[in-house]
């Protein structure tokens, strides 16, 4: 399994498009700091820090991107066979790539974390002040955190997807679309919870987690609490890596 995994993280940061990946998150995160530096007004310094100055809204994309690669590039190129003669299980290989990308998801959420410490410290220190505000501290790491587990609910799918396809596109088009069609399925999705209150429980409602931490009015919207909301994730989270995993093992080679 050990060896597995260290395959696996060798072949991802072997690409260049990790290290791009990286490269754009930093980018992205500097110019949205030197805007807030020179146009506050346009650019609140808060807002945008709270978001890791834009650059959580790039790693949902990379991460979806190396997700479905991941999976699907083995079948592509036929190297999925040289990987299972190594006496591994099917099993073990599929959770080898997961506990990868959990990895790379750590990674990158710590790093644009921590770099957005880093910006906020020497570009826009004197915007506002949040070393000495516990409550601000804990709402920024909240929302963080419910970032990550949604982004991870919307992996899962796609992990899902990527083990019935043998091209990446399938896979990579359901995780991008799919995060752009949420916002336009929520609205008809809460005039039916109102109507039916089982409906709560739908999977759609749970990428509601990290935006109801930030404001908790939502949870009127949703009809479920914040505990209830993660645990929701978590559940559905597994249950897709689940199904994904029957499909891997069933399928042919």
Request: charged share 15%.
């Amino acid at each position: 399994m050990t060896r597995l995994y260290r395959q696996e993280l060798i072949k991802l940061f072997k690409k260049k498009s990790t290290l791009w990946c990286g490269l754009i998150l930093i980018g992205t995160a500097l110019i949205f700091a030197s805007l807030t530096r020179v146009k506050a007004t346009i650019f609140p310094a808060k807002a945008l820090f709270s978001a890791n100055f834009e650059a959580q809204q790039f790693i949902v994309f990379f991460m979806v991107a190396a997700a479905a690669t991941m999976m699907t590039m083995e079948f592509q190129f036929g190297t999925i066979k040289q990987v299972l003669t190594q006496r591994y299980s099917r099993r073990l290989v599929l959770v080898s790539k997961w506990l990868v990308l959990l990895t790379y998801s750590l990674l990158l959420y710590v790093g644009s974390s921590l770099l957005a410490i880093l910006l906020k410290v020497s570009l826009v220190n004197d915007k506002f002040t949040i070393f000495t505000h516990a409550k601000f501290w804990h709402g920024w790491l909240a929302g963080v955190g419910g970032d990550f587990l949604n982004t991870w609910l919307l992996l899962s799918i796609v992990l899902l997807v990527a083990t019935l396809f043998k091209s990446s596109g399938a896979a990579v088009a359901v995780g991008i679309v799919g995060y752009f069609v949420l916002a336009m399925v929520n609205i008809p999705m809460v005039a039916l919870i109102r109507k039916y209150a089982w409906l709560k429980w739908n999977p759609i409602n749970m990428f509601n987690y990290s935006a109801q931490l930030g404001l908790p009015t939502i949870s009127k919207v949703t009809k479920l609490s914040d505990v209830q909301l993660f645990w929701g994730n978590l559940g559905y989270i597994i249950l897709f890596l689940a199904v994904g995993l029957v499909f891997f093992q069933r399928r042919e080679v």
